[in-house]
Every structure is written in C-alpha cells, then in structure tokens.
C-alpha cells in the first residue's frame, strides 16, 4: 500500500488549496479514506471522510461548509477540496485508509486507519 499527498503549500486567509492523494498497492475502490491533519504540538485529529463509492461523506465540525472531500477511483486519487482558508487550518495533511474494506464513514478514530501517507504541509498566513 502507497498513498502520496501533494498539493499543499502558503495560503493567505479565505484562500483555498486542493490536496491530492495518490493511492497504489490496494483496491482502491473498496476502501473508505480519510483525510487527517497534525498541527505542531497537537495530536493528529479527523478531518473528513468518504466512502468506497464517493456516497457519503462526514467531516468535523471544524472543516464542515469549508472543505470538500471527493474522490475518482477510476484514477485510485483522493482529493480535499480546502476553501475559506483559517490560520487554524495550518498543520500537515495526512490521508489514509480505513483498515476493513467497505465501511461507514463515521469513525474519526485513527486506530480505524491502517496505512498512511507521508503528508503534505498547509500554512494559512498573511
């Protein structure tokens, strides 16, 4: 299993960014992801989900009528879509794969997540 994010970078506040999440090495298909995020000195915390099909979603309130997580199995790549960008949004991105094929998208656990990207850096800054 290889996931890959890329698309992070410098946003100024109520920018947006697109992350991408390159995946190889598993059905992607099968698969609920999710999307993570770590900022300096905080634990790793939920941001959004999606399942296998692209049928439901589930986010954090934090992120909820800001982001948008879409996904195009046909290309095995997982986005997140980030618009009205906060300073609190900085922190390194992370996506990951649900541990069991076919769930719900409703855990925000991370013992539910078996493989991980490397991450991807978003700084919100003026």
């Known amino acids: 299993v290889h996931l890959v994010e890329s698309g992070g970078g410098l946003a100024q506040p109520g920018g947006s960014l697109r992350l991408s999440c390159a995946a190889s090495?598993?059905?992607?298909?099968?698969?609920?992801m999710g999307w993570f995020r770590q900022a300096p000195g905080k634990e790793r915390e939920f941001v959004a989900a999606?399942?296998?099909?692209?049928?439901?979603?589930y986010y954090a309130d934090s992120v909820k009528g800001r982001f948008t997580i879409s996904r195009d199995n046909a290309k095995n790549t997982l986005y997140l879509q980030m618009n009205s960008l906060k300073p609190e949004d900085t922190a390194l991105y992370y996506c990951?794969?649900?541990?069991?094929?076919?769930?719900?998208?409703?855990?925000?656990?991370?013992?539910?997540?078996?493989?991980w990207g490397q991450g991807t850096q978003v700084t919100v800054s003026s």
């Open positions: 990951a794969k649900r541990r069991s094929a076919f769930t719900s998208p409703w855990s925000t656990s991370i013992s539910e997540y078996d493989y």
């Open positions: 090495g598993f059905t992607f298909s099968s698969y609920t």
């Open positions: 999606i399942t296998w099909n692209g049928g439901r979603t």
